[in-house]
């Protein structure tokens, strides 16, 4: 299964080439646009054609549908980073990082509230570090416009 999809969105990334680059006159093979996206794709879809060859004749074992499950069952973790992503703006960065690491603290089966506790603990050192020390600039959230003016201004800058 995942040599035939390796093999078809290879095929469908090659396809989407001509229009996704360009060929300009008169340069250098090497320094062409499509030049190195072709050599990448190209390899992409020898490799990916010799892996369904190779998966198409070796002996079948047992426990491969349920290890193709396990893959796609962890999709659920990118899906929970997306969800997060979506609700940054809204809520803040703080409140978004703490509601989530708690959430999959409980999804992964932690209940002791010594758990949930540090996984609270954990959001907040994270985003002291991101925040305030490494000075990364975060989306401060919509919900923060509703906060008195100063706590407002130290929840934006720090938090």
């Not at 401060?140 to 720090?158: H, K, W």
Request: with cysteine; hydrophobic share 55%.
């Amino acid at each position: 299964m995942f040599a035939w999809f390796m093999l078809i969105a290879s095929l469908f990334l090659l396809l989407q080439l001509t229009k996704q680059t360009t060929w300009r006159d008169g340069g250098a093979l090497l320094t062409q646009p499509r030049f190195w996206p072709s050599v990448a794709l190209g390899g992409m879809v020898i490799f990916a054609a010799f892996h369904l060859l190779g998966s198409a004749c070796s002996d079948r074992i047992r426990g491969r549908r349920e290890e193709v499950w396990l893959w796609i069952r962890s999709l659920e973790y990118a899906g929970w980073f997306v969800v997060y992503a979506l609700v940054v703006p809204y809520l803040g960065y703080l409140p978004t990082t703490v509601i989530f690491a708690v959430a999959l603290t409980l999804r992964l089966g932690y209940r002791a509230p010594k758990m949930l506790i540090a996984a609270a603990l954990s959001a907040l050192v994270i985003v002291v570090l991101f925040k305030t020390l490494m000075k990364v600039n975060l989306p401060s959230g919509m919900a923060y416009e509703a906060l008195p003016d100063g706590l407002r201004q130290i929840m934006m800058t720090y938090f």
